[in-house]
Nanobody
Framework: QVQLVESGGGLVQPGGSLRLSCAASKSISSIAVMEWYRQAPGKQRDLVARIRSDGSTNYAGFVKGRFTISRDNARSTVYLQMNSLKPEDTATYYC??????WGRGTQVTVSS
């Protein structure tokens, strides 16, 4: 299984931006789907965004227009660009690769 490591989280003010990275231990070019999820304390883990090997994407309604998922197969990395952040975006963000691999997550806190 591929190992995934997320980074790029932190504390940001409302309206700010962050870019999360998900670095894989091996090539992701053959992985059909890569996804970002998030989980706030006491809540279920929700799908945020999905990107397929052909570059097509899907987004949860609560981030559409604000977040962008992308993948760089050469760097074996998936990104999540998050703009216009809101306090309700506060959560731990996880990367997932089809086949069952999860990262350990990176914390995003949106607060003034």
């Amino acid at each position: 299984q591929v190992q995934l490591v997320e980074s790029g989280g932190g504390l940001v003010q409302p309206g700010g931006s962050l870019r999360l990275s998900c670095a894989a231990s091996k090539s992701i070019s053959s992985i059909a789907v890569m996804e970002w999820y998030r989980q706030a304390p006491g809540k279920q883990r929700d799908l945020v965004a999905r990107i397929r090997s052909d570059g097509s994407t899907n987004y949860a309604g609560f981030v559409k227009g604000r977040f962008t998922i992308s993948r760089d197969n050469a760097r074996s990395t998936v990104y999540l660009q998050m703009n216009s952040l809101k306090p309700e975006d506060t959560a731990t963000y996880y990367c997932y690769a089809f086949g069952g691999s999860w990262g350990r997550g990176t914390q995003v806190t949106v607060s003034s």
